[in-house]
């Protein structure tokens, strides 16, 4: 399974209630940062989840509202017993901007491995197959798609009739090939059919483009911009290339998603859920994310 927190739903500036854009993501006790806004390590510590197991840190674009938390969430993590390496991930500049953030920082006790990104590249963190891909918002910006593969089932019958002892069963279910009475016996030859692993993706700061279709196929979850509520803001949102509410979804709506979570607000939607019906007109299982908001996805079926 995958849970999901959304630690920051803001967008532009901080509000009482509503802390800058980040996402927290956690698979098998591992963490993944999407977007480190002010506010994060106060999000972090309320969701509870901690610091130390963080191995990757995403960064869709270079606005200070998506990365002006970075160095106090660093300097958090440099006061647990972490030395491993924590990779950072971003657009093309993310060394001049971390260089530049981190005037502020002390050295870190462990090291810090930057990627820059130009779209369309794959790479893997906690057990995620990760996809970033280009955004329209007048600056580098990247969306990610992540997925999380899921093994084909064992099948005991077909284990039984290829004589595999009982004891060695563990052993294919874990992907390790076994011998028996001088035989090789591989995993997929005791495995029924491929079964549908867990898929999201995120992405804001943009106005509909066709890679959030295409890159948000047939996903559990759309985590999309919902920067402004209602038509009539439709002028700043095409000025400042964002999203209304009813355009995100028409994302979600065409992409075949499962369920679209809006967030990254806009500091005159005082209430997002007002505007809700404006999205879920479009897309009906739509729902507006709130800072500490968290959620689970978990496989289908057996």
Not at 206 to 213: F, N
Request: hydrophobic share 40%.
């Amino acid at each position: 399974m995958i849970d999901l927190c959304t630690l920051g739903t803001g967008g532009s500036m901080p509000m009482p209630d509503r802390a800058l854009s980040s996402l927290y993501v956690r698979v098998n006790g591992r963490l993944l940062l999407v977007d480190c806004g002010e506010g994060t390590q106060t999000g972090v510590r309320r969701a509870g989840w901690g610091f130390v197991n963080v191995d990757a840190i995403l960064i869709t674009h270079f606005h200070a509202d998506h990365c002006g938390g970075l160095p106090g969430f660093l300097l958090s993590i440099a006061k647990t017993p972490r030395t491993e390496p924590i990779h950072l991930y971003g657009p093309v500049g993310l060394r001049q901007v971390v260089s530049g953030l981190c005037v502020v920082c002390p050295p870190m006790p462990y090291p810090m491995i930057l990627h820059e990104l130009h779209g369309g590249e794959t790479f893997s963190a906690i057990g995620l197959t990760i996809t970033c891909f280009s955004l329209n918002h007048g600056v580098p910006c990247l969306g990610y798609r992540f997925e999380l593969p899921r093994a084909a089932a064992f099948d005991p019958e077909k284990a039984r009739a290829l004589k595999v002892p009982l004891p060695l069963w563990r052993l294919l279910q874990q992907g390790e090939a076994v011998d028996v009475d001088g035989r090789r016996v591989e995993p997929s030859q005791v495995t029924g059919e491929p079964r549908r692993g867990l898929s999201f993706l995120f992405a804001t700061d943009t106005r509909p483009v066709p890679a959030l279709v295409e890159q948000g196929r047939d996903v559990d979850m759309m985590i999309l911009e919902g920067m402004y509520g209602d038509e009539a803001k439709r002028p700043q949102a095409l000025k400042n290339r964002h999203m209304l509410f009813e355009e995100a979804a028409g994302m979600a709506r065409n992409a075949g998603a499962r369920a679209l979570t809006l967030t990254h607000f806009s500091p005159s939607l005082e209430e997002p859920e007002a505007y809700l019906p404006n999205a879920q007109a479009v897309f009906p299982d739509t729902v507006c994310a709130s800072d500490g908001l968290c959620m689970t996805l978990r496989y289908q079926g057996r």
